[in-house]
């Protein structure tokens, strides 16, 4: 199944890419807020998927700016550092033996599309899968992990290396909270729909220039396991957001160093979800 969130209302995406508004089609049984929808997760599988035969509006005829995040107001944002090899080798680190987690806070979160105006220093990009709990727990075994997701979708660890890089102790979380440092989007894809969830293709461009591509099975730490080793000392809840980690090519880790510039666009996808688009813009 395929969900969005167009227009700040819960949107089933059909089989045939048209898109039905949740809330209308189940008779308001379900809230137009996406958010909500993790709330009630296993209710909301089993009374959408009747609707992917539902006649609906052509998802190509979509504003662009009508997409948001789909899931905007999580109670808790994770993020895992170093979770590819190449990556953990570019950044002149070792390969983490166990997590290495920080925040994003949730103001910095936003939709797939749009501007994101670049704080002064160096912001760098950074592709990652992004998971939706929609069951919450604690202690979650890595063998029953995927069955507390609700979908993945992909989205940007936007990251502003100066100040990420001051101070007696690294600042990442603040560095990588700026407002619009979290898109995420298009759409919000369960695991069901894939192959493999473990085996998804991503990746990111700059001006039409790949600068990253990977395949999540490159992870350190497979999305069960994130979530096992996190449940272990924190709860989840549902709604929750987990960035799971770039693979490499990222600006800070090339010859000569590169950043994001006023007018860049800046293309991120991943393969059965979708792409984004964000434009570069120099803080007045």
Not at 12 to 17: A, D, I, Y
Not at 68 to 80: E, L, S, T
Not at 162 to 169: E, L, S
Not at 185 to 206: A, H, Q
Request: net charge negative; aromatic share 8%; glycine share 10%.
């Amino acid at each position: 199944m395929r969900l969005a969130n167009i227009a700040n209302r819960l949107t089933l995406v059909t089989p045939k890419n048209e898109v039905v508004d949740l809330s209308q089609a189940t008779g308001g049984r379900f809230s137009p807020s996406a958010q909500d929808c993790y709330e009630r997760w296993d209710e909301l599988l089993g009374l959408a998927r009747p609707f992917e035969a539902t006649p609906g509006k052509p998802l190509a005829d979509i504003p662009l700016e009508d997409f948001g995040n789909p899931a905007p107001r999580p109670r808790q944002v994770f993020a895992i550092g170093l979770n590819y090899a190449a990556h953990a080798a570019e950044a002149s680190l070792a390969v983490p033996e166990d997590l290495t987690v920080f925040t994003k806070f949730s103001s910095s979160l936003a939709g797939p599309y749009g501007t994101v105006t670049l704080p002064p220093g160096t912001v760098d990009w950074e592709v990652e899968l992004v998971a939706v709990i929609g069951r919450g727990g604690a202690n979650i075994p890595a063998d029953k992990a995927w069955d507390h997701v609700a979908g993945i979708t992909v989205g940007q660890d936007l990251s502003e290396r100066t100040m990420q890089a001051a101070g007696p102790a690294p600042q990442y979380s603040l560095a990588k909270s700026f407002p619009g440092f979290g898109p995420a989007g298009p759409l919000l894809v369960t695991p069901d729909e894939f192959e493999d969830p473990d085996s998804v293709e991503l990746g990111c461009s700059i001006n039409g220039e790949q600068v990253q591509k990977g395949n999540t099975s490159d992870m350190v730490f497979p999305v069960s396991e994130i979530i096992a080793r996190l449940s272990k000392v924190t709860q989840l809840f549902p709604g929750d957001l987990i960035f799971t980690g770039t693979p490499p090519g990222v600006g800070v880790g090339r010859t000569p160093q590169r950043f994001l510039a006023d007018g860049d666009e800046l293309v991120t996808y991943m393969l059965g979800v979708g792409e984004m688009r964000h434009r570069m813009q120099a803080s007045s």
